[in-house]
């Protein structure tokens, strides 16, 4: 029973309705479900509940022979869903409804509603100067600061805008907080700073009269009166507080942007518009009025329901297309990222973010679900453990984003790079943690990706070196870097078995092809890896040693199947001092850089040099099971030996190289493909899937694990003017490899 409820209301008479009411009385933290029996029940009668279950949208759009199904009733948080179930002959669906909250009664001071009613026009502001007020009493420091940010990385910017004197300050001038304003430029035609207008903005009310005034869209100007409206000061926007076309300037505030926008109050997002145009609607007497809908459902005894406005979800991609258009964006997902409390302009709305909280503008606050939302950045921010399991999750959410410039790649990464570079000992180079060089450079896409070429703009002062062909950041498209089991447990599927057990060569970096300097990359992982051969070993700070056994391990009590672990289970696993779960553990101990000290950061130079093994091989048929995918992820190929023999697998970037290579093979000769190896393993990705379904139908058993085989990671490259560009990954069999490759290594240059 929901805490304060009144037994005295009455739920409604309708027997729907009433199991729909009497769901809100149920603990928050209940798994409470409930068979609510045939949809075709549900449409009987007059009661208002019909006309909702005969126009509900569900997830995954109409439900075949729906009035026949089963529909069942969901507690989720304080809200509820509707869910049925169905098959067809490629897969199980389970369906279900958006959340709905229960419209509250506010003459009745123990109804359970939560949900309320707004203005469609107009916000309440005093209600988000609560939301800040309430977050300073009572959140304090923990909201404002970011797991592993230090006193020394407060930092001002060069200029904020003052909104009192409507003009450009000096930051070093003011002590003050400001706020940061995160929102898309799209196509609009912005005031920016530069050089020669530097000077004339600094001049109090240059950003409200005159000629240049009418240069800021919507969004900017409003930001300027919310800011105020909000009882702050100070605000910062990249197009006016940078100088657009000094060098030097431009260059320090990218690499500054995590700082910028985490040591900002809090920070305004703009989420709602496909320009700056769009404005930040809704605050009264300053800002254009919003358009919000809400669509309440009847229920009997004038009872309603009603969709949290954030979770709109089904059905409203025409309706709300604003969402993928911020949150399809590079440059936004850093300031999203790094800003420590959001006030989030949505769909007509506005709702808080911070730490510790998520408060939104239609409902009522209530700690038990609004106080664990964690932002995103925790998850990756608390660990002092570096792991590429971390890193990948950052750069999969990353890589999918949109830039209107793609050589901007690197650049709306550098914050993300050089706060990892606290968490991983000697940095990143190209968004590659160095310690795991020899693995990281083994990516591989899991969508189409496609190389990122320079544009031709004229931007004048901006950068816009080549980005390499070994990193992810020269690709525009969903990857993730390996799952290596010899280091930790991972929840990937059967067909993503990987394993690394030493490195081949060592990596250089190096600034051109022809550089004689070169820094040797500080890949040393397997340094560490060995200390689990030796019980004597001195362990990093932080870390302890502990028998595992598999029978009592954590894999039983967790759901893990055995091919999540490495496939000899190590007699030892190691687990770290700042670990919150007992069941977490790694096979091997990996240093933990100290909160307080300053390591350098390491230059981005573009290209590579290793002397390493090379094979050429032929390539082979797409894997069968791949082909029956009516799904549009990048082909893996087979790689045959000389005597046409199944020995490796490669994954190819996209479609298109799939095309290439098929209209290059000839009748009785297969595609040969240049490999370089990069790193030595185990893998089950060389495997017979069509072989071993065959099999297992015969034997009639449908479970079957692929065979871990030993092999040579490997990439796909080909030459141009004496430089090597990689072209996809894989892996060959131990054995195929060292009889395929040459005698001598190859003097690798990749860029």
């Avoid at 419209?103 to 203005?119: A, E, M």
């Avoid at 000629?211 to 605000?235: K, M, S």
């Avoid at 200390?531 to 029978?551: H, I, S, V």
């Amino acid at each position: 029973m929901a805490e304060g409820f009144d037994n005295r209301i009455a739920p409604p008479s309708c027997d729907v309705c009433a199991k729909i009411f009497e769901c809100f009385r149920a603990p928050v933290d209940d798994e409470f479900s409930l068979n609510m029996g045939k949809v075709a029940s549900l449409l009987e009668g007059n009661c208002p509940h019909v006309e909702y279950f005969k126009n509900v949208k569900y997830m995954y759009g109409p439900v075949p022979d729906y009035e026949e199904r089963e529909l069942f009733l969901h507690r989720s948080g304080t809200g509820v869903y509707f869910g049925c179930s169905y098959s067809t002959e490629k897969c199980h669906f389970w369906c279900t409804s958006a959340d709905m909250e229960l419209v509250v009664k506010k003459k009745l001071p123990s109804h359970p509603g939560r949900i309320l009613k707004l203005d469609p026009h107009w916000i309440d502001d005093e209600k988000v100067r609560r939301w800040i007020s309430s977050c300073d009493e009572h959140h304090g420091k923990r909201c404002k600061v970011l797991p592993l940010f230090e006193e020394k990385d407060h930092i001002q910017p060069l200029y904020l805008v003052d909104t009192l004197q409507d003009c450009l300050v000096q930051g070093s001038e003011i002590t003050a907080g400001y706020v940061a304003l995160s929102y898309t430029w799209g196509k609009t035609e912005i005031l920016r700073n530069k050089f020669e207008l530097c000077q004339q903005l600094l001049q109090p009310g240059a950003l409200t009269n005159g000629e240049l005034a009418r240069q800021i869209p919507p969004t900017i100007r409003d930001a300027f009166a919310v800011v105020r409206c909000l009882g702050q000061r100070y605000l910062w926007v990249d197009s006016l507080c940078i100088v657009q076309d000094d060098t030097d300037h431009l260059n320090w505030e990218l690499s500054q942007m995590h700082r910028i926008y985490a040591c900002a109050s809090f920070t305004i997002i703009a989420v709602d518009g496909v320009d700056a145009n769009h404005g930040l609607r809704g605050f009264r007497d300053i800002t254009c009025p919003r358009t919000l809908q809400q669509e309440p459902v009847q229920l009997a005894a004038s009872e309603q329901i009603m969709q949290n406005i954030e979770s709109r979800r089904y059905g409203t991609s025409e309706r709300w297309p604003f969402r993928d258009v911020y949150h399809g964006r590079a440059w936004t997902f850093q300031e999203n990222l790094f800003s420590t409390r959001r006030l989030i302009f949505e769909k007509a709305s506005v709702r808080w973010q911070c730490q510790s909280s998520e408060w939104h503008e239609e409902l009522l606050p209530d700690s038990r679900v609004d106080d664990r939302f964690v932002a995103y950045s925790e998850r990756w921010f608390h660990s002092a453990v570096p792991t590429l399991s971390n890193i990948s999750d950052i750069i999969m959410d990353y890589n999918r984003k949109k830039l209107t410039f793609p050589e901007d790649a690197f650049s709306a990464f550098a914050g993300i790079q050089t706060m990892l570079h606290r968490v991983y000992p000697f940095g990143l180079i190209y968004g590659h943690p160095e310690f795991f060089f020899d693995i990281a450079i083994n990516w591989y896409p899991i969508t189409p990706v496609t190389r990122r070429i320079g544009s031709a703009r004229s931007c004048v002062g901006r950068a816009s070196d080549p980005l390499p062909s070994w990193s992810w950041l020269g690709w525009a498209g969903e990857i993730v870097l390996p799952y290596d089991r010899e280091f930790g447990i991972t929840p990937t599927g059967v067909n993503d078995i990987e394993g690394y057990s030493m490195p081949v060569t060592s990596w250089y970096a190096m600034k051109s092809p022809s550089s004689t300097d070169r820094r040797r990359i500080n890949s040393v992982w397997h340094k560490y890896k060995s200390l689990t051969q030796d019980e004597a070993a001195t362990l990093p700070t932080g870390w302890r040693r502990e028998e595992y056994d598999m029978e009592t391990g954590f894999h039983l009590r967790s759901g893990y199947m055995r091919y999540h672990f490495p496939r000899n289970v190590p007699k030892y696993c190691y687990k770290h001092s700042t670990f919150r779960d007992e069941l977490q553990l790694h096979w091997y101990p990996v240093p933990t850089l100290e909160p307080h000290s300053d390591y350098p950061l390491q230059p981005q130079t573009a290209f590579l040099f290793a002397q390493t093994s090379r094979a050429f091989l032929h390539v082979g048929k797409v894997f069968g099971h791949e082909k029956e995918l009516e799904l549009p992820y990048p082909r893996r190929v087979q790689l045959l030996d000389g005597r046409s023999q199944f020995v490796g697998m490669l994954q190819l970037h996209n479609n298109d190289d799939m095309a290439e290579i098929e209209a290059d093979v000839h009748p009785h000769r297969e595609r040969l493909v240049e490999l370089v190896a990069t790193c030595k393993g185990y893998t089950g990705k060389i495997f017979d899937f069509e072989l071993a379904r065959a099999s297992a139908e015969k034997s009639g058993n449908k479970s079957w694990v692929p065979q871990l085989k030993d092999c040579y990671f490997v990439l796909w490259i080909e030459w141009k003017d004496g430089v090597a560009y990689r072209r996809g990954s894989g892996a060959v069999t131990v054995e195929a490899w060292e009889v395929e490759m040459e005698e001598e290594p190859v003097d690798l240059i990749l860029g």
